[in-house]
């Protein structure tokens, strides 16, 4: 298709093509192949055993060709071996294929004590998290999913020593875990993740605070030009949740997507009351303004009300500097 | 796998099921809003598999500010004298097999008597024959054939033709073959129900990209001839109530400051 400026476009339709799916059969069984090679290889060739054996897991592409390169000896991940988090777990079950989202969690974190699970996904409620909450000593890290696809290469690059998703909990109060995710999960891992995550706390009793950020362009309003003003926070909640949201409710014809969606829909089927808060912002990197909207959806969360608001009464403004001129 | 809302499972023995087909335009997805909306179902229950991208959003359906907050997922049940299925988010396309056997068996699980569904098909694919006539066509499963075969025959509606393999050569052993391209998982359901003797007709039109809209009306008043969902007296859109979830189908309006 070209475009009025005469550039040509593939034509992109949300319809699977028929004949895609006798391709796919194929592509299936030659990646099968492919990996049954790759794994031959790192077992048979110990000096390369450890960019071998993360290739698999930082070349997920689904296309057979790229694949192949890999398959033929040449075994340099796309990523740089140095930008691969240290403890990203080598399991050779892993392959391209199956995009598998790995959980582990250190000794210690009891996680059957969690009644309120705190996720922040993108940048600014991750950052919102890192600064306002986290700066505190009182916070370990519990455990980290690590994640292969082709979107967490770009990330591995740029924050080496941190992985895609980190759990946290507070030494004083270990009812309540955050889950900061800093990284790209696909959408075909989003189910899964959200089902493994899930499956590792006890249901009954467990409430749960989404924050999450979207581009202000994706919000659909009749009147949004002329009266709104960004950031604003929107929020959506399960039916088992009983909670007042300190601000509207997301509105037709807005949706969420991602992990929220992800998580929210888990939620609903199995009735844990949840809250997913989205904030609508201009900014394309981190900022303060934006992070600063999300206190709202803090004064809301149940019994650890109080608790939280004592960490969100300090800014943390200088830590705030250093963070963004990174 | 199929969670219902309520403690009590609803019962689909011998209900007629409608689904969508994620297919070029969402021209099914449309009609099967249309559907929901004008009989106003309510939710039955949800479709919570791994083979769909997540989406949540609010009721999709709300006719006041009090229905507004409530939350839907990507695939919902609604029950009358009917079930439709609705499904509001593409399928990986990887988990597109998976997907089709996940319906398959929670259609034959469930005991509905048929199944119908609707989709479309790229207009600009049509062969010669295909351009004949309206862009309506249907295809039934021979379990299907038995049952509703001589009813959709008297409403004087065209069965999708088969293609040839080779358009344009003359190959006496190439058999002519069924293609629904831009169809989605249509073929493959299709090709699944008859192997399951599922009974199931796909119901279909031939549009394009762009607005759709009047291609769902036109979809759906079809498969109002042979259902009868709503009084067929009335004339045009007017029988069919629009749902609120197509407000700003193309985005926002223009920011008044730019002038």
Known sequence: MATFFGEILSVHSRAVEEDEEDENEEDEDILEELDQKRLACRYSDNGLAG??????????????????????????????VWAIPHWAPVDPSCTVQHMEVHLEWYPSSNLMQCTNLIIAVGSNAASFLSVYVLTSE????????SLCNAGNQNICGQTSTEPACVFYRNKDIPAVIICKISGYIEEDQQFQWTEKVFGCFQQNGLSVTVLSDSPVAEYKNVDFASSSSTPFLLCLQTNSSTI??????LEQPNIFTGIPAAVLSHCQVNQIPTVAYQ??????????????????AFTSVGDIKSFLRRFLRRPYVRFINVFLSR | MFIPVEATPPSFKDFTLI??????????????????????????????????????????????????????????????????LQIRSPII????????????????????????????????QRDDQQLKGTPLRYLVTPAMQKTSGTALTELGWMEMEKVSAFPGLVDTNAEPRLSVPGGGITKGLFTDSCQEELCLAVVLVFCSEGDNVPDAFTLVNHLNDWLLLVDNDKRGPQKWKVPSSWTLLFGNSHPPSIF
């Open chain 1, 138 to 145: 009182s916070w370990e890290a519990v455990g980290h999913a």
């Open chain 2, 19 to 84: 689904l969508p087909a994620i297919a070029v335009g969402n021209v099914a997805q449309l009609a099967v809003d249309l559907i929901v909306s004008t009989l106003c179902m309510r939710r039955v229950g949800f479709l919570h598999t791994d083979c769909l991208v997540p989406m949540v959003g609010p009721s999709p359906y709300a006719t006041s500010a009090k229905t507004a907050g409530e939350l839907h997922t990507t695939a919902e049940d609604a029950e009358k004298k009917l079930a439709v």
């Open chain 1, 279 to 296: 904030c609508y912002s201009d900014a394309i990197s981190p900022d303060s303004v934006t992070m600063e909207t999300y206190k709202l």
């Open chain 2, 93 to 124: 396309h990887s988990r597109s097999r998976k997907f089709r056997k996940v319906l398959v068996s929670w259609i034959k699980a469930s005991g509905f008597a048929q199944t119908v569904v609707l989709s479309s098909s790229h207009a600009y």
């Open chain 1, 51 to 80: 960019a071998s054996m993360m290739s698999p897991k930082l070349s997920l592409s689904k296309s057979a060709s790229v694949d192949a390169l890999f398959a033929g000896g040449l075994m340099w991940p796309r990523c740089p």
């Open chain 1, 244 to 249: 007042n949201p300190p601000c509207p409710l």
